[in-house]
């Protein structure tokens, strides 16, 4: 069996500032710590089964070099833990987009921001997803 990728290809990159609204207005969320997960089963427009964006707010980390270490930090871990929630999505021929928004007042480890994005994902899963 070949080994599985991990890889962020474009079209599992949320974009399009109505997309983003819709999930951020009327999808489901779950915090866990200092990361919060807003969710929503939705149609595509690609064959990817999830589309996921990162924000961290100004409001929360004032320097840039932070707050695009925190996203750089959140892309990995997502893409390094993706793939089992992928394929549920898939198996269940199901599509949602993800809104991963860092609430922190500081910037935190890769360790820890691995442990909480994929416990917000399987969360979020559990309660509203697959």
Request: glycine share 4%; with cysteine; proline share 4%.
């Amino acid at each position: 069996m070949a080994e599985q990728r991990h890889t962020f290809p474009k079209s599992e990159r949320l974009c399009g500032r109505l997309r983003m609204k819709e999930v951020a207005t009327s999808g489901k969320s779950v915090n866990e710590a200092s990361i919060r997960l807003v969710g929503k089963l939705m149609e595509l427009p690609t064959l990817a089964p999830a589309q996921v964006a990162f924000a961290v707010p100004s409001r929360n980390l004032k320097r840039a070099v932070d707050r695009n270490r925190m996203k750089r930090l959140m892309r990995e871990a997502y893409r390094m833990h993706k793939h089992g929630h992928l394929k549920a999505l898939a198996a269940r021929e199901q599509q949602c987009a993800w809104l991963f928004i860092f609430q922190g007042r500081a910037p935190i480890t890769f360790s820890e921001t691995r442990l909480r994005l994929t416990r917000a994902i399987d969360r979020w899963m559990d309660q509203h997803g697959v």
